[in-house]
T-cell receptor
Framework: NAGVTQTPKFQVLKTGQSMTLQCAQD?????MSWYRQDPGMGLRLIHY???????DQGEVPNGYNVSRSTTEDFPLRLLSAAPSQTSVYFC???????????????FGEGSRLTVL | AQSVTQLDSHVSVSEGTPVLLRCNYS??????LFWYVQHPNKGLQLLLK??????LVKGINGFEAEFKKSETSFHLTKPSAHMSDAAEYFC???????????FGAGTRLTVKP
């Protein structure tokens, strides 16, 4: 029962470095998304995808890139890390966008990123 | 555009006493509403959902929520708190036209022995 798997769980970067957060799901979900969680702000949508080859911006996309070459994988790239990108990042997937009628998004356990 | 406000950032209760976590929403269209729970160092898990059927919705682990359109509220309740309920709870509103979801800021529930 892997579900949604995120790697790495923890990462420390220096300002200006780049990195990729990996997300994989084994539930054959068409919809995948990335959120960031900051204290007092809940979860905010960064980018999402409704299927392989299709991506779109969410609420806070600046500084992040995504691609969706397969149904299973949805990596999030930070091109030039900034301290403002220090956060906990969650990948979530579902059958359709926003969980559809059931509203159920399946979340990974998160990736905690610190940018110095 | 829709939005959601969780009225308390932190709620502390004693084990065995009732739990009330408050959520107000704003939506220009009939919304779907959800509560998610996040245990420490874990991802979020769906607790319950309202999608226009019964206004009183029952979820997992004894939680329930009532949709009150006149008050634009969707408060989460549980009659008797258990230590394992300690977690962060998120109220979520979804626009049914495009399935855009908005998360509240979260309420951290502490349960004292």
């Amino acid at each position: 029962n892997a579900g949604v798997t995120q790697t790495p769980k923890f990462q420390v970067l220096k300002t200006g470095q780049s990195m990729t957060l990996q997300c994989a799901q084994d539930m054959n979900h068409e919809y995948m998304s990335w959120y960031r969680q900051d204290p007092g702000m809940g979860l905010r949508l960064i980018h999402y995808s409704v299927g392989a080859g299709i991506t779109d911006q969410g609420e806070v996309p600046n500084g992040y890139n995504v691609s969706r070459s397969t149904t299973e994988d949805f990596p999030l790239r930070l091109l030039s890390a900034a301290p403002s990108q220090t956060s906990v990042y969650f990948c979530a997937s579902s059958l359709v966008k926003g969980g559809g009628a059931t509203g159920e998004l399946f979340f990974g356990e998160g990736s905690r990123l610190t940018v110095l | 555009a829709q939005s959601v406000t969780q009225l308390d950032s932190h709620v502390s209760v004693s084990e065995g006493t009732p739990v009330l976590l408050r959520c107000n929403y704003s939506s220009s269209y009939s919304p779907s509403l959800f509560w998610y729970v996040q245990h420490p160092n874990k991802g979020l898990q769906l607790l319950l959902k309202y999608t226009s059927a019964a206004t009183l919705v029952k979820g997992i682990n004894g939680f329930e929520a009532e949709f009150k359109k006149s008050e634009t509220s969707f408060h989460l309740t549980k009659p008797s708190a258990h230590m394992s309920d300690a977690a962060e709870y998120f109220c979520v509103v979804s626009d049914r036209r495009n399935n855009d979801m908005r998360f509240g800021a979260g309420t951290r529930l502490t349960v004292k022995p």
